[in-house]
T-cell receptor
Framework: DTEVTQTPKHLVMGMTNKKSLKCEQH?????MYWYKQKAKKPPELMFVYSYEKLSINESVPSRFSPECPNSSLLNLHLHALQPEDSALYLC?????????????FGPGTRLTVT | AQKVTQAQTEISVVEKEDVTLDCVYE???????LFWYKQPPSGELVFLIRRNSFDEQNEISGRYSWNFQKSTSSFNFTITASQVVDSAVYFC?????????????WGAGTKLIIKP
């Protein structure tokens, strides 16, 4: 079962709101990722978790705060976002972290910041 | 530096035509991995194939086939007898062993439109 789930599918939030994006996988993968994708662009890597520890933070602003409660779950906490943060946020997982492993993506959360 | 070029921004064909999506990559490493992903309008990125640099065999999966040529640094993707459901943005991506950040280097994507 190669499935990564994400909730919510759509999210509209004001600049002063606090919200969270959730991601779950049950493939036994030990690496999980957050990507941001703007329209008509490829995904941009934000964070990588390997064995539930943050291993990569691609200079993401602190208003984005990731959390990995266990090997199956990945959260992205959002606070004081800007309108330019509006995008599709994709979660992915792979067997292990490392460029040789294919990543499986969730359906994404379409975020609009007003 | 690594780079992936998908020169075709958009391709439009009529259903049942064959179509080839081009991907040219740059890397100085001898060990690297190439990927193709499909992104339909729904937004989910779907993994299609992974190829490592030591395996130049072409691959066929149903109507999909991939041609990997190290001599020209290309990893092209052909859809035979295209169908409307093939309409999507297709991304080619590269990862090599010198990249310790586990980051995929993505091409800009090719939007494929299959007209009925």
């Amino acid at each position: 079962d190669t499935e990564v789930t994400q909730t919510p599918k759509h999210l509209v939030m004001g600049m002063t709101n606090k919200k969270s994006l959730k991601c779950e996988q049950h493939m036994g993968h030990r690496a999980m990722y957050w990507y941001k994708q703007k329209a008509k662009k490829p995904p941009e890597l934000m964070f990588v978790y390997s064995y539930e520890k943050l291993s990569i933070n691609e200079s993401v602003p602190s208003r984005f705060s990731p959390e990995c409660p266990n090997s199956s779950l990945l959260n992205l906490h959002l606070h004081a976002l800007q309108p330019e943060d509006s995008a599709l946020y994709l979660c992915a997982s792979s067997h292990l972290a490392g460029g040789s492993y294919e990543q499986y993506f969730g359906p994404g959360t379409r975020l609009t910041v007003t | 530096a690594q780079k992936v070029t998908q020169a075709q921004t958009e391709i439009s064909v009529v259903e049942k035509e064959d179509v080839t999506l081009d991907c040219v990559y740059e890397t100085r490493d001898t060990t690297y991995y190439l990927f193709w992903y499909k992104q339909p309008p729904s937004g989910e990125l779907v993994f299609l194939i992974r190829r490592n640099s030591f395996d130049e065999q072409n691959e066929i999966s149903g109507r999909y086939s991939w041609n990997f040529q190290k001599s020209t640094s290309s990893f092209n993707f052909t859809i035979t007898a295209s169908q409307v459901v093939d309409s999507a943005v297709y991304f080619c991506a590269l990862s090599d062993s010198v990249d310790s950040n586990y980051q995929l280097i993505w091409g800009a994507g090719t939007k494929l439109i299959i007209k009925p």
